[in-house]
């Protein structure tokens, strides 16, 4: 059985950024290994120069592209993956989120660290680095817990501040959502037929200026969380929205208590299969979906930007 090497590198300077990227890229190219670069725009102009012609092998992607948001990034290394069967893979990865509010370092954390168990049995390495000089403390600190080894100015070596992805998991899921202001908007959600529960977070997205575009992705988005929780959760059900710093957050509550099993929502759809398909779309049409369940009901926050 194969098993993907996950390592991290974090520099402070260009010298060390190329150190670190360059044998890395031309030992997969020397191998005949398919060969990936997700980069921000800066840093593959940096990497064209100094790989010269053999630039032209390395599949290069915008990580500002790439990493909009985790479900998304999943997809994108899974098509990947399907796009080069019987290959060894080999990607580095500068991921381009230096900053974050506490809920998006939370998820994408929590990606990183799932990518252990997403991809643990792809023929493949990943090489990810930060930039120490740009990158929000709180951020380097989920690389460290979230990659097996790291790579220092003497080779790889094993990582002590590693946490399984199930400790990393349960740590994001611990942590309580913000309170529902006073002031959010409120409606029972009690049938199948969702078409006032459309109109209700419509009339709201309208208010705040959102787009035509997030709107529909936040109508599909909310009703599927909705028809979820009525099929399959407990009354009462409940959604809530309010405007918060730019986003525009849809709650989602019911009284049931849905215990998920695995990666939920997190990984594509197997075809062949006729389920599993709802909080896939959900987290592929928002940028931040927040779950929490427990003995009180479960919770599933939509967080969409405004503008």
């Known amino acids: 059985m194969t098993k993907l090497i996950h390592r991290a590198r974090l520099y402070s300077s260009e010298e060390a950024f190329l150190d670190a990227a360059l044998p890395f890229l031309r030992q997969g190219l020397e191998a005949g290994e398919a060969v990936l670069a997700v980069v921000p725009a800066a840093s593959a102009e940096t990497l064209h120069r100094a790989l010269g012609a053999a630039a032209g092998k390395v599949e290069f992607r915008d990580a500002a592209h790439w990493y909009s948001q985790p479900t998304r990034t999943i997809a994108a290394y899974s098509s990947f993956i399907d796009d080069h069967p019987g290959v060894h893979l080999r990607a580095i990865a500068e991921p ?93 959600v009690d049938g199948i037929d969702l078409c006032a529960l459309r109109a209700f977070v419509g009339d709201h997205a309208e208010d705040h200026g959102i787009s035509s575009a997030r709107l529909h992705d936040l109508l599909v988005a909310t009703t599927e969380v909705a028809t979820n929780a009525i099929r399959h959760g407990l ?21 049931g208590h849905w215990q998920p099993q695995g990666l939920p929502g997190f990984l594509p759809p197997d075809p062949l299969v006729r389920t599993g398909f709802g909080l896939w779309g959900v987290r592929m049409l928002c940028p931040l979906v927040q779950l929490r369940t427990g003995p009180n009901g479960t919770d599933i926050r939509l967080r969409v930007r405004t503008h």
């Open 235 to 255: 009354p009462p059900v409940t959604c809530r929205t309010w405007a918060d710093e730019g986003d525009l957050v849809v709650d989602v509550t019911d009284g």
């Open 96 to 188: 381009g989120w230096e900053h974050g509010t506490a809920a998006e370092v939370a998820e994408w954390t929590r990606y990183e660290s799932m990518v252990n168990q997403a991809f643990a049995d792809v023929d493949g390495a990943v090489l990810c680095l930060y930039d120490e000089r740009t990158t929000a403390a709180e951020i380097l600190d989920g690389a460290l817990r979230s990659h097996p080894e790291l790579l220092g100015e003497s080779g790889p070596r094993a990582n002590d501040a590693y946490l399984d992805p199930r400790a990393v998991y349960a740590e994001m899921d611990r942590q309580p959502l913000p309170p529902v202001p006073p002031d959010a908007r409120e409606m029972p």
